[in-house]
């Protein structure tokens, strides 16, 4: 069972990113169980309150729909190594992966399937990573 966090305000975006777990969790044979935001206030009231291992894999967008930011995360708390920014900011993504973040992909709108694609990409590896040292 893996838990990921989708902090993400466009819906569409959203969509793409479940069709593409829909398919990993095929591919894993194991579940996985999406807890998603819009609204960085929520981050701040629920996320940041929660055990730091409630998540496996966080999905860090930038901006949210209610003008706040879900950079508001405790991303120090959490684990950068279970982080993958996806702004549409490229400048935001690289400062992310400078504070050591596992790993960036620069949102892009109108391709939107690759996008998702290479969110799960990393995804995967960090989760492939993490079971790799539960391991040893």
Do not use: W
């Amino acid at each position: 069972m893996k838990h990921i966090l989708i902090l993400e305000d466009l819906l569409e975006v959203q969509a793409a990113l479940i069709k593409e777990l829909a398919k990993l969790e095929e591919k894993l044979a194991e579940d996985i169980f999406i807890t998603s935001y819009s609204n960085s206030s929520d981050v701040e009231k629920i996320v940041n309150q929660q055990p730091i291992d409630s998540y496996d894999v966080i999905i860090l967008d930038r901006n949210a729909k209610d003008g706040g930011t879900f950079h508001i995360l405790d991303i120090n708390r959490f684990g950068l190594d279970k982080i993958i920014s996806t702004s549409s900011m490229p400048s935001i993504n690289k400062q992310l992966l400078k504070q050591g973040v596992a790993g960036a992909v620069d949102k892009d709108l109108n391709h939107l399937e690759e996008f998702a694609s290479e969110v799960i990409d990393k995804l995967e590896k960090i989760l492939a990573e993490s079971k790799s040292l539960r391991a040893r």
